[in-house]
Nanobody, 120 residues
């Protein structure tokens, strides 16, 4: 049974920092690209950041470039999202995503989400 468990969300003032973690189990972690998505109230879920299987290639949406950093520890089956210089518009539920990218079935899993609230 695959589980992705996010943690690290909370309430932070604008300009502050948070570090999200996503611990994966029940899958071969190194076979998956890992990503973070977010969904604000009334809006669609949107891509935030992703890291390839080894973590040596990373991708970001434009609005978080230079502020957020995605990283992964394949020994710990964990992916992180370091969020600095947080803005009000970063407020959302943040979801961890695992996308299998090796040969074989294209599997895709989601975590339950963690709330990030940025206050003024």
């Amino acid at each position: 049974q695959v589980q992705l468990v996010e943690s690290g969300g909370g309430l932070v003032q604008a300009g502050g920092s948070l570090r999200l973690s996503c611990a994966a189990s029940g899958l071969t972690f190194s076979s998956y690209d890992m990503g973070w998505y977010r969904q604000a109230p009334g809006l669609e879920r949107e891509f935030v950041a992703a890291a390839n299987r080894s973590g040596d290639s990373t991708y970001y949406r434009d609005s978080v470039k230079g502020r957020f950093t995605i990283s992964r520890d394949n020994a710990k089956n964990t992916v992180y999202l370091q969020m600095n210089s947080l803005k009000l518009e970063d407020t959302a539920i943040y979801y961890c995503n695992a996308k299998r990218t090796v040969a074989g079935p294209r599997l895709n899993f989601w975590g339950q989400g963690t709330q990030v609230t940025v206050s003024s």
